[in-house]
């Protein structure tokens, strides 16, 4: 299908373009495909989208050329599609505030992926009605294997995370990065922006201490061969984070995939846990949202 199309996406017009580009050149999955996926995995997806600005990284020229990330969508999202104004001191483009999109249903994520913005990335916190930005409502530990090391090195430092964490009476979920890592969340109430920082950095030392041969907390690269990196950083209301449910840039069309705590006890290779589109749908037929405990209201995080 070339040029343009006019669909009606829940009551909004929107006009498709290049439906038969081929975006990841791989496995000849097309724009058209990209579309298709975020249609059929949104009612799991906006959920965690909700009241969210996105930072979306874009590849019109599909996964195998460069891409960018892109925060400002002023001047780009059609009338009806909320936008937020969110200060943004230091940004590399020299403006204090930038408008973010929050892709909140169907039309305006339908809306993205026409724009190829293929990756999804938010933050730990929600903005409310008027556009102010909340406390984090999510904590955040970004597992990074440190070659030779593998994403069952990370189930491993996983598991031993969702028990530290569950002593504190938090809930941990799990998902795969849709790249080479995983990352567990956990939902919490908080009235301070550092609390959630403060805490994951305290827990990563932790089990650096705890674990020196498998665990370390400090990005310096020459620490990092053969162990995993606990990025505490992520919650640094500064950063974001890939969406559960959102594809990456790779060369296979894969996603950011929630687990069960079953399968990051069970991984014993990396493709264990290797989950493509096709696979993240019949996964959401079988299981439902396997994130939804990220909706309900967290406890305070213990001192």
Known sequence: MAGEVLV???????????LDKVLYPGDGFTKGDVIDYYSRVAPVLTPHLLDRPVTFRRFPDGVAKPGFFEKNAAGRAPDW???????????????????????????????????????????????GPRGG??????LVFDLDPGEPATVVECCEVALALRSALEADGLT????????????LYAPVTTTSPDRTSNYARALAERLEAELPGL???RMAKKLRPGKVL???SQNNPHKTTVAPYSLRARPLPTASTPLTWDEVTAC????????????????VAEHGDLFAPLLEKGPRLPR
């Open 268 to 283: 014993r290779t990396p493709d264990d846990l290797v989950f493509t589109a096709d696979d993240v749908l019949d996964r």
């Open 230 to 232: 606990i990025d505490w």
């Open 81 to 127: 599609l909320r936008t937020v104004t969110i200060e943004t001191p230091g940004s590399t483009t020299g403006a204090e505030s930038l408008d973010f999109a929050l892709l909140c249903d169907l039309p305006a994520l339908v809306w993205a992926a026409n724009r190829a913005g293929i990756e999804l990335h938010v933050p730990q916190w929600t903005v």
């Open 215 to 217: 665990v370390v907390s």
């Open 133 to 138: 930005r909340r406390a984090p409502d999510r």
């Open 8 to 18: 009606d996406v829940a009551g909004q017009r929107l006009q498709l373009s290049n």
């Open 172 to 183: 941990a979920v799990a998902k795969t990065s849709g790249s080479k890592g995983m990352q």
